[in-house]
Protein backbone atom coordinates (compact mmCIF):
# COMPACT_ATOMS: atom_id res chain seq x y z
CA UNK A 1 0.00 0.00 0.00
CA UNK A 2 2.84 2.07 1.18
CA UNK A 3 4.73 1.31 -2.03
CA UNK A 4 1.59 1.64 -4.24
CA UNK A 5 1.25 5.20 -2.85
CA UNK A 6 4.13 6.26 -3.19
CA UNK A 7 4.10 5.67 -7.00
CA UNK A 8 0.93 7.71 -7.07
CA UNK A 9 2.44 10.90 -5.54
CA UNK A 10 5.21 10.51 -7.52
CA UNK A 11 3.11 10.51 -10.30
CA UNK A 12 1.19 13.50 -9.67
CA UNK A 13 3.87 15.16 -9.05
CA UNK A 14 5.45 13.86 -12.53
CA UNK A 15 2.36 15.57 -14.36
CA UNK A 16 2.08 18.47 -12.55
CA UNK A 17 2.89 21.60 -14.52
CA UNK A 18 5.41 23.91 -13.87
CA UNK A 19 4.31 26.68 -11.50
CA UNK A 20 3.26 29.20 -14.07
CA UNK A 21 4.61 32.85 -13.60
CA UNK A 22 1.73 34.48 -11.91
CA UNK A 23 3.06 32.13 -8.56
CA UNK A 24 6.28 34.72 -8.70
CA UNK A 25 6.41 38.26 -6.96
CA UNK A 26 5.27 40.39 -9.15
CA UNK A 27 6.54 44.45 -8.68
CA UNK A 28 6.02 47.41 -10.80
CA UNK A 29 7.17 51.18 -11.13
CA UNK A 30 5.01 53.02 -12.60
CA UNK A 31 5.87 56.98 -13.65
CA UNK A 32 3.76 59.56 -14.96
CA UNK A 33 5.79 62.90 -16.67
CA UNK A 34 3.69 65.90 -16.89
CA UNK A 35 5.41 69.18 -16.28
CA UNK A 36 9.23 69.95 -18.30
CA UNK A 37 9.62 73.42 -17.52
CA UNK A 38 11.00 73.02 -21.75
CA UNK A 39 7.49 72.08 -22.89
CA UNK A 40 4.49 75.52 -23.62
CA UNK A 41 2.09 73.61 -21.37
CA UNK A 42 2.00 70.47 -19.07
CA UNK A 43 0.93 67.72 -20.60
CA UNK A 44 -2.72 66.41 -19.57
CA UNK A 45 -2.47 62.61 -19.62
CA UNK A 46 0.65 61.52 -17.77
CA UNK A 47 -0.22 62.36 -14.09
CA UNK A 48 -4.13 60.53 -14.80
CA UNK A 49 -2.84 58.01 -16.62
CA UNK A 50 -0.35 56.40 -13.78
CA UNK A 51 -2.64 56.21 -11.76
CA UNK A 52 -5.15 54.35 -13.59
CA UNK A 53 -2.45 51.98 -14.68
CA UNK A 54 -1.03 51.59 -10.99
CA UNK A 55 -5.01 51.34 -9.56
CA UNK A 56 -5.22 48.59 -12.04
CA UNK A 57 -1.67 46.99 -11.64
CA UNK A 58 -2.21 46.50 -7.51
CA UNK A 59 -5.61 44.87 -8.40
CA UNK A 60 -3.61 42.79 -10.22
CA UNK A 61 -1.33 41.91 -7.21
CA UNK A 62 1.55 44.09 -8.18
CA UNK A 63 3.23 45.68 -5.62
CA UNK A 64 3.39 48.74 -7.46
CA UNK A 65 5.72 52.05 -6.45
CA UNK A 66 4.36 55.32 -8.32
CA UNK A 67 6.23 58.28 -9.53
CA UNK A 68 5.24 61.53 -10.35
CA UNK A 69 7.02 64.75 -12.60
CA UNK A 70 10.04 62.99 -11.15
CA UNK A 71 13.74 64.64 -11.80
CA UNK A 72 16.76 62.51 -13.01
CA UNK A 73 17.69 62.03 -9.68
CA UNK A 74 14.28 61.03 -8.51
CA UNK A 75 13.92 58.79 -11.43
CA UNK A 76 17.15 56.71 -10.59
CA UNK A 77 16.51 56.57 -7.47
CA UNK A 78 12.78 54.88 -8.85
CA UNK A 79 15.06 52.49 -10.80
CA UNK A 80 17.34 51.77 -8.10
CA UNK A 81 14.85 50.27 -5.65
CA UNK A 82 12.76 48.60 -8.45
CA UNK A 83 16.28 46.81 -9.10
CA UNK A 84 16.99 45.94 -5.05
CA UNK A 85 13.41 44.75 -4.70
CA UNK A 86 13.84 41.69 -7.68
CA UNK A 87 14.16 38.40 -6.88
CA UNK A 88 14.61 35.76 -9.31
CA UNK A 89 11.82 34.97 -11.13
CA UNK A 90 10.16 37.79 -10.64
CA UNK A 91 8.10 39.78 -13.08
CA UNK A 92 8.92 43.29 -13.36
CA UNK A 93 6.98 45.67 -15.11
CA UNK A 94 8.04 49.20 -15.85
CA UNK A 95 5.63 52.04 -17.17
CA UNK A 96 6.23 55.21 -18.24
CA UNK A 97 4.43 58.59 -19.30
CA UNK A 98 5.85 61.40 -20.97
CA UNK A 99 8.76 62.81 -23.61
CA UNK A 100 10.74 60.17 -24.90
CA UNK A 101 13.77 60.68 -27.09
CA UNK A 102 15.60 58.32 -30.11
CA UNK A 103 19.52 59.03 -30.03
CA UNK A 104 21.63 56.35 -31.24
CA UNK A 105 19.00 53.83 -32.19
CA UNK A 106 18.22 53.90 -28.40
CA UNK A 107 14.75 55.13 -26.90
CA UNK A 108 15.50 57.48 -23.82
CA UNK A 109 12.81 58.36 -21.14
CA UNK A 110 13.09 61.80 -20.04
CA UNK A 111 13.18 63.22 -16.59
CA UNK A 112 11.28 66.63 -16.15
CA UNK A 113 14.72 68.80 -15.47
CA UNK A 114 16.64 67.50 -18.73
CA UNK A 115 18.53 69.89 -20.00
CA UNK A 116 19.03 68.99 -23.90
CA UNK A 117 20.43 71.11 -26.19
CA UNK A 118 22.11 69.00 -28.33
CA UNK A 119 22.01 64.57 -29.32
CA UNK A 120 24.80 63.60 -26.15
CA UNK A 121 22.20 65.52 -24.08
CA UNK A 122 19.86 62.57 -24.64
CA UNK A 123 22.14 59.80 -23.34
CA UNK A 124 23.87 61.85 -20.22
CA UNK A 125 20.32 62.58 -18.89
CA UNK A 126 17.85 60.43 -20.63
CA UNK A 127 17.21 56.69 -18.99
CA UNK A 128 17.96 54.18 -22.17
CA UNK A 129 15.00 51.65 -22.04
CA UNK A 130 17.28 48.66 -23.05
CA UNK A 131 19.83 49.84 -20.40
CA UNK A 132 17.23 49.43 -18.10
CA UNK A 133 15.51 46.08 -19.16
CA UNK A 134 19.07 44.53 -19.25
CA UNK A 135 19.98 45.36 -15.56
CA UNK A 136 16.65 44.03 -14.38
CA UNK A 137 17.25 41.13 -16.67
CA UNK A 138 20.67 40.67 -14.68
CA UNK A 139 18.60 40.97 -11.73
CA UNK A 140 16.96 37.54 -12.07
CA UNK A 141 13.79 38.51 -13.15
CA UNK A 142 11.64 35.75 -15.17
CA UNK A 143 8.99 37.96 -17.17
CA UNK A 144 9.78 41.85 -17.89
CA UNK A 145 7.35 44.16 -19.58
CA UNK A 146 7.27 47.96 -20.41
CA UNK A 147 5.10 49.68 -21.65
CA UNK A 148 6.08 53.24 -23.07
CA UNK A 149 3.56 55.79 -23.85
CA UNK A 150 6.13 58.59 -25.06
CA UNK A 151 5.82 58.56 -29.09
CA UNK A 152 5.39 62.69 -28.50
CA UNK A 153 6.22 65.78 -30.35
CA UNK A 154 8.97 66.76 -27.82
CA UNK A 155 10.09 69.97 -26.62
CA UNK A 156 13.95 69.71 -27.56
CA UNK A 157 13.63 68.41 -31.16
CA UNK A 158 14.48 72.18 -32.53
CA UNK A 159 17.88 72.29 -30.52
CA UNK A 160 18.74 69.59 -32.29
CA UNK A 161 17.28 69.03 -36.01
CA UNK A 162 19.16 65.51 -37.00
CA UNK A 163 17.45 63.54 -34.61
CA UNK A 164 14.93 60.86 -35.66
CA UNK A 165 10.96 61.56 -34.32
CA UNK A 166 9.49 58.78 -32.33
CA UNK A 167 11.01 56.15 -30.32
CA UNK A 168 13.47 53.04 -31.59
CA UNK A 169 13.17 49.39 -31.84
CA UNK A 170 14.79 47.98 -28.43
CA UNK A 171 16.99 45.14 -28.24
CA UNK A 172 15.71 43.59 -25.22
CA UNK A 173 17.11 40.37 -22.99
CA UNK A 174 14.83 37.14 -23.72
CA UNK A 175 11.72 37.48 -21.70
CA UNK A 176 10.63 40.77 -22.59
CA UNK A 177 7.58 41.95 -23.42
CA UNK A 178 7.78 46.06 -24.92
CA UNK A 179 4.81 47.67 -26.26
CA UNK A 180 5.15 51.56 -27.56
CA UNK A 181 2.18 53.95 -27.70
CA UNK A 182 3.04 54.17 -31.19
CA UNK A 183 4.73 52.88 -34.55
CA UNK A 184 8.68 53.42 -34.85
CA UNK A 185 9.77 56.89 -35.58
CA UNK A 186 6.31 58.04 -35.39
CA UNK A 187 4.97 61.07 -33.50
CA UNK A 188 1.36 61.26 -31.94
CA UNK A 189 -0.51 64.34 -30.40
CA UNK A 190 -2.41 63.91 -27.27
CA UNK A 191 -6.23 63.83 -27.74
CA UNK A 192 -6.27 66.91 -25.80
CA UNK A 193 -8.60 64.84 -22.51
CA UNK A 194 -7.64 63.49 -19.25
CA UNK A 195 -6.42 60.18 -20.47
CA UNK A 196 -4.56 58.82 -23.27
CA UNK A 197 -6.41 56.64 -26.19
CA UNK A 198 -3.13 53.82 -25.44
CA UNK A 199 -3.99 53.45 -21.78
CA UNK A 200 -8.03 53.26 -22.46
CA UNK A 201 -7.68 50.46 -24.44
CA UNK A 202 -4.54 48.96 -22.68
CA UNK A 203 -7.19 49.16 -19.58
CA UNK A 204 -9.61 47.65 -21.06
CA UNK A 205 -7.85 44.26 -22.16
CA UNK A 206 -5.58 43.82 -18.92
CA UNK A 207 -9.14 43.37 -17.03
CA UNK A 208 -10.27 40.55 -19.53
CA UNK A 209 -9.26 37.68 -16.93
CA UNK A 210 -7.22 34.80 -18.81
CA UNK A 211 -5.66 36.57 -21.68
CA UNK A 212 -2.05 35.62 -22.23
CA UNK A 213 -0.07 38.90 -21.91
CA UNK A 214 0.73 38.81 -25.75
CA UNK A 215 -2.75 38.67 -26.79
CA UNK A 216 -4.11 41.42 -24.15
CA UNK A 217 -1.36 43.86 -26.07
CA UNK A 218 -1.94 42.32 -29.40
CA UNK A 219 -5.67 43.30 -28.95
CA UNK A 220 -4.52 46.65 -27.22
CA UNK A 221 -3.13 47.37 -30.33
CA UNK A 222 -6.01 46.67 -32.55
CA UNK A 223 -8.44 48.59 -30.37
CA UNK A 224 -5.92 51.92 -30.75
CA UNK A 225 -5.60 51.71 -34.46
CA UNK A 226 -9.46 51.10 -35.21
CA UNK A 227 -10.06 54.09 -32.55
CA UNK A 228 -7.66 56.14 -34.19
CA UNK A 229 -8.96 55.47 -37.84
CA UNK A 230 -5.24 54.10 -37.84
CA UNK A 231 -3.21 57.39 -37.24
CA UNK A 232 -2.33 55.71 -34.04
CA UNK A 233 -0.58 51.74 -34.07
CA UNK A 234 1.18 50.78 -31.16
CA UNK A 235 4.79 48.83 -31.71
CA UNK A 236 5.00 45.39 -29.97
CA UNK A 237 7.59 43.32 -29.56
CA UNK A 238 7.74 39.59 -27.78
CA UNK A 239 10.40 37.31 -26.46
CA UNK A 240 8.16 35.95 -24.20
CA UNK A 241 9.57 32.01 -23.22
CA UNK A 242 6.73 31.28 -20.69
CA UNK A 243 2.89 32.47 -20.44
CA UNK A 244 1.83 35.28 -18.67
CA UNK A 245 -1.64 36.84 -17.83
CA UNK A 246 -2.09 39.47 -15.78
CA UNK A 247 -5.39 37.73 -14.15
CA UNK A 248 -4.98 34.46 -14.59
CA UNK A 249 -6.36 31.22 -13.42
CA UNK A 250 -9.76 32.79 -12.23
CA UNK A 251 -11.58 30.35 -14.67
CA UNK A 252 -14.31 32.84 -14.75
CA UNK A 253 -14.84 36.60 -15.02
CA UNK A 254 -12.99 38.52 -12.05
CA UNK A 255 -15.50 40.13 -10.09
CA UNK A 256 -16.01 43.55 -10.71
CA UNK A 257 -14.53 45.85 -9.58
CA UNK A 258 -16.69 48.56 -6.86
CA UNK A 259 -15.81 52.00 -7.64
CA UNK A 260 -15.96 54.48 -4.99
CA UNK A 261 -19.02 57.34 -5.44
CA UNK A 262 -17.77 60.15 -7.42
CA UNK A 263 -17.03 63.12 -4.94
CA UNK A 264 -19.54 66.07 -4.09
CA UNK A 265 -18.89 68.93 -6.34
CA UNK A 266 -16.39 70.78 -4.88
CA UNK A 267 -16.97 74.35 -3.40
CA UNK A 268 -16.40 77.72 -4.94
CA UNK A 269 -12.53 78.31 -5.46
CA UNK A 270 -11.01 80.25 -2.95
CA UNK A 271 -8.81 82.68 -3.70
CA UNK A 272 -4.91 81.75 -4.14
CA UNK A 273 -3.04 77.93 -5.06
CA UNK A 274 -5.86 75.71 -3.22
CA UNK A 275 -8.65 75.72 -6.29
CA UNK A 276 -8.91 72.69 -7.78
CA UNK A 277 -7.08 70.35 -6.00
CA UNK A 278 -7.09 66.94 -7.73
CA UNK A 279 -8.46 63.79 -5.84
CA UNK A 280 -7.57 63.27 -2.28
CA UNK A 281 -4.79 60.97 -1.75
CA UNK A 282 -2.71 62.11 -4.75
CA UNK A 283 0.03 65.03 -4.11
CA UNK A 284 -1.05 68.46 -4.52
CA UNK A 285 -0.51 69.33 -8.43
CA UNK A 286 -0.10 72.96 -9.06
CA UNK A 287 -2.91 75.32 -11.10
CA UNK A 288 -1.29 75.91 -14.36
CA UNK A 289 0.07 79.19 -15.14
CA UNK A 290 -1.89 81.77 -17.04
CA UNK A 291 -0.52 81.94 -20.86
CA UNK A 292 2.57 84.22 -21.49
CA UNK A 293 2.72 87.14 -23.20
CA UNK A 294 4.31 84.42 -25.54
CA UNK A 295 1.88 82.64 -26.60
CA UNK A 296 -0.40 85.72 -28.04
CA UNK A 297 2.09 86.83 -30.07
CA UNK A 298 0.80 88.20 -33.73
CA UNK A 299 1.92 85.95 -36.67
CA UNK A 300 5.10 85.57 -36.98
CA UNK A 301 5.79 87.49 -39.75
CA UNK A 302 4.93 90.47 -37.96
CA UNK A 303 6.95 89.98 -35.05
CA UNK A 304 9.05 92.51 -33.43
CA UNK A 305 11.27 92.79 -30.84
CA UNK A 306 10.16 92.22 -27.50
CA UNK A 307 11.76 92.94 -24.51
CA UNK A 308 13.18 90.28 -22.38
CA UNK A 309 11.27 91.03 -19.24
CA UNK A 310 8.35 88.91 -21.29
CA UNK A 311 9.93 85.96 -20.54
CA UNK A 312 11.22 86.64 -17.28
CA UNK A 313 9.74 83.93 -15.49
CA UNK A 314 11.49 80.75 -17.67
CA UNK A 315 13.50 79.20 -15.56
CA UNK A 316 15.78 78.05 -17.82
CA UNK A 317 15.98 81.56 -19.66
CA UNK A 318 16.49 83.00 -15.97
CA UNK A 319 19.30 80.32 -15.37
CA UNK A 320 21.12 81.08 -18.66
CA UNK A 321 20.66 84.88 -18.60
CA UNK A 322 22.32 84.35 -15.00
CA UNK A 323 25.24 83.27 -16.44
CA UNK A 324 25.61 85.41 -19.13
CA UNK A 325 25.65 88.21 -16.68
CA UNK A 326 28.69 86.82 -14.89
CA UNK A 327 30.01 86.02 -17.89
CA UNK A 328 28.69 87.80 -21.00
CA UNK A 329 31.35 85.79 -23.55
CA UNK A 330 30.04 82.32 -22.37
CA UNK A 331 28.89 81.42 -26.10
CA UNK A 332 28.05 77.84 -24.88
CA UNK A 333 24.95 79.86 -22.82
CA UNK A 334 24.16 82.65 -25.64
CA UNK A 335 23.59 79.44 -28.18
CA UNK A 336 21.41 77.70 -25.43
CA UNK A 337 18.95 80.80 -24.87
CA UNK A 338 18.66 81.40 -27.85
CA UNK A 339 17.36 77.93 -28.56
CA UNK A 340 14.69 78.71 -26.06
CA UNK A 341 13.69 81.88 -27.64
CA UNK A 342 13.23 80.50 -30.52
CA UNK A 343 11.27 77.30 -29.23
CA UNK A 344 9.26 79.87 -27.33
CA UNK A 345 8.17 82.17 -30.88
CA UNK A 346 10.68 84.96 -29.78
CA UNK A 347 12.53 84.93 -32.87
CA UNK A 348 14.12 88.31 -32.97
CA UNK A 349 15.45 87.69 -29.35
CA UNK A 350 17.00 84.29 -30.74
CA UNK A 351 18.82 85.73 -33.50
CA UNK A 352 20.02 88.61 -31.17
CA UNK A 353 21.67 85.43 -29.31
CA UNK A 354 22.75 83.63 -32.37
CA UNK A 355 24.07 86.61 -33.71
CA UNK A 356 26.30 87.34 -30.38
CA UNK A 357 27.08 83.44 -30.48
CA UNK A 358 28.69 83.34 -33.73
CA UNK A 359 30.73 87.11 -33.14
CA UNK A 360 32.37 84.43 -30.18
CA UNK A 361 32.98 81.34 -32.99
CA UNK A 362 32.55 82.33 -36.21
CA UNK A 363 32.43 78.41 -37.22
CA UNK A 364 29.72 77.51 -35.26
CA UNK A 365 27.56 75.48 -37.81
CA UNK A 366 24.99 74.85 -35.48
CA UNK A 367 24.44 78.69 -34.75
CA UNK A 368 24.50 79.33 -38.58
CA UNK A 369 22.03 76.79 -39.29
CA UNK A 370 19.88 78.10 -36.31
CA UNK A 371 19.83 81.83 -37.19
CA UNK A 372 18.66 80.75 -41.04
CA UNK A 373 15.86 78.55 -39.42
CA UNK A 374 14.83 81.73 -37.25
CA UNK A 375 15.13 84.30 -39.71
CA UNK A 376 13.03 81.77 -42.35
CA UNK A 377 10.31 82.18 -39.91
CA UNK A 378 10.45 85.52 -39.80
CA UNK A 379 10.69 86.37 -42.97
CA UNK A 380 14.43 87.08 -43.29
CA UNK A 381 14.76 85.21 -46.72
CA UNK A 382 18.28 86.84 -48.49
CA UNK A 383 19.85 86.99 -44.58
CA UNK A 384 18.60 83.17 -44.38
CA UNK A 385 20.11 82.07 -46.90
CA UNK A 386 23.62 83.07 -46.40
CA UNK A 387 23.31 81.79 -43.17
CA UNK A 388 22.49 78.18 -44.60
CA UNK A 389 24.77 78.26 -47.21
CA UNK A 390 27.68 79.16 -44.88
CA UNK A 391 26.50 76.05 -42.97
CA UNK A 392 26.94 73.83 -45.41
CA UNK A 393 30.14 74.99 -46.64
CA UNK A 394 31.52 74.52 -43.18
CA UNK A 395 29.89 71.42 -42.92
CA UNK A 396 28.72 70.06 -46.66
CA UNK A 397 25.68 67.65 -46.48
CA UNK A 398 24.73 69.15 -43.31
CA UNK A 399 21.05 67.48 -43.08
CA UNK A 400 19.43 70.26 -40.89
CA UNK A 401 20.67 72.92 -42.95
CA UNK A 402 19.44 71.76 -46.09
CA UNK A 403 16.29 71.01 -44.29
CA UNK A 404 16.68 74.84 -43.47
CA UNK A 405 17.31 75.89 -47.05
CA UNK A 406 14.57 73.62 -48.44
CA UNK A 407 12.38 75.93 -46.27
CA UNK A 408 14.32 79.02 -47.02
CA UNK A 409 13.60 78.18 -50.76
CA UNK A 410 10.18 76.99 -50.30
CA UNK A 411 9.15 80.52 -48.57
CA UNK A 412 10.93 82.52 -51.31
CA UNK A 413 9.29 80.43 -54.38
CA UNK A 414 11.92 79.32 -55.46
CA UNK A 415 10.53 75.51 -55.85
CA UNK A 416 12.64 73.55 -57.42
CA UNK A 417 15.96 74.55 -55.28
CA UNK A 418 13.29 73.48 -52.12
CA UNK A 419 13.11 70.42 -53.87
CA UNK A 420 16.57 69.35 -54.33
CA UNK A 421 17.52 70.57 -50.85
CA UNK A 422 14.75 68.44 -49.40
CA UNK A 423 15.13 65.44 -51.75
CA UNK A 424 19.05 66.03 -50.44
CA UNK A 425 18.28 65.76 -46.92
CA UNK A 426 15.76 62.82 -47.21
CA UNK A 427 18.51 60.82 -48.87
CA UNK A 428 20.34 61.31 -45.69
CA UNK A 429 17.32 60.66 -43.58
CA UNK A 430 14.26 59.37 -45.17
CA UNK A 431 12.35 59.71 -41.82
CA UNK A 432 12.86 63.41 -41.35
CA UNK A 433 9.10 64.72 -41.70
CA UNK A 434 9.77 68.48 -41.92
CA UNK A 435 11.56 67.58 -45.60
CA UNK A 436 9.06 65.79 -46.50
CA UNK A 437 6.42 67.71 -45.87
CA UNK A 438 8.04 70.23 -47.27
CA UNK A 439 8.84 68.35 -50.33
CA UNK A 440 5.37 67.56 -50.71
CA UNK A 441 4.14 71.55 -50.83
CA UNK A 442 7.11 72.28 -52.82
CA UNK A 443 5.87 69.47 -55.48
CA UNK A 444 2.00 70.55 -55.59
CA UNK A 445 3.86 74.20 -56.20
CA UNK A 446 5.60 73.03 -58.76
CA UNK A 447 2.69 70.85 -60.40
CA UNK A 448 3.05 67.39 -59.62
CA UNK A 449 0.05 67.82 -57.21
CA UNK A 450 -0.49 63.66 -57.19
CA UNK A 451 3.43 63.03 -55.80
CA UNK A 452 3.19 66.24 -53.75
CA UNK A 453 0.25 64.69 -52.13
CA UNK A 454 1.79 61.28 -51.72
CA UNK A 455 4.20 63.23 -49.58
CA UNK A 456 2.46 65.35 -47.48
CA UNK A 457 0.24 61.95 -46.30
CA UNK A 458 3.00 60.36 -45.27
CA UNK A 459 4.86 63.33 -43.35
CA UNK A 460 0.98 63.69 -41.47
CA UNK A 461 1.29 59.89 -41.14
CA UNK A 462 4.46 60.38 -39.25
CA UNK A 463 3.71 63.52 -37.40
CA UNK A 464 0.14 64.70 -36.45
CA UNK A 465 1.44 68.09 -36.03
CA UNK A 466 3.66 68.99 -39.20
CA UNK A 467 0.83 70.93 -40.95
CA UNK A 468 0.40 73.37 -37.73
CA UNK A 469 4.42 73.39 -37.22
CA UNK A 470 4.19 74.70 -41.20
CA UNK A 471 1.41 77.09 -40.55
CA UNK A 472 3.32 78.64 -37.71
CA UNK A 473 6.43 79.25 -40.30
CA UNK A 474 3.83 80.67 -42.49
CA UNK A 475 3.36 77.89 -45.12
CA UNK A 476 0.55 77.11 -45.94
Same mark, same amino acid.
Given at each position: MRL?L????T????V???????A???????I?????P??E? /?L??????AH???D?LKR??????V?? @??? =?DA?? %??F?R??G?I?PG?VV??FFS?????S?????MI??D?Q?????D???D?? /?LES?L =???N?R?AG? %?????????R???ER??R???????????? @????VMYS?????V?S??? =?D?SL +??Q??L????V?DL??E?T????R??V?R?S???QV?W?S??????F? +????T???R????Q?P????????????????????F????P???PS??E??P??E %???D??D?S?A???TI %?SL???L??NPD?? /?A???RG????????YSLA?????D /??R???K????YN???????V?G???A???D?N??????P?????LD???L?NL???Q????I??F???????PR?TSS??G?G???????S?S???LD?S???????NI?K??S???V?
Amino acid at each position: MRLRLALLVTLILSVAPVVPSFAAERIALVIGNAKYPDAET /SLKEPINDAHDIADELKRDGFNVEVGE @NLT =GDAMR %KAFDRLYGRIKPGSVVLVFFSGYGVQSTRQSYMIPIDAQIWTESDVRRDGF /SLESIL =GEINSRGAGV %KIALIDASRRNPFERRFRSFSAGLAPVIAP @NGTLVMYSAALSSVISDNG =GDHSL +FVQELLKEIRVPDLMAEETLNKTRVGVTRASRSEQVPWISSSLAEDFS +FIPGTGGPRPPVVQPPPPPPPPPPAPGPVAGLPDPGFPPIPPPKPPSPIEILPPIE %KQTDRNDGSLADDPTI %KSLTAKLAANPDDQ /SALYRRGQVYASKGAYSLAIRDFDD /SIRLNPKDVEAYNNRCWARTVVGDLQAALKDCNEALRLRPNFVDALDSRGLVNLKSGQTKNAIADFDAALRINPRLTSSLYGRGIAKQRNGSISEGELDISNAKAMDPNIVKEFSSYGVN
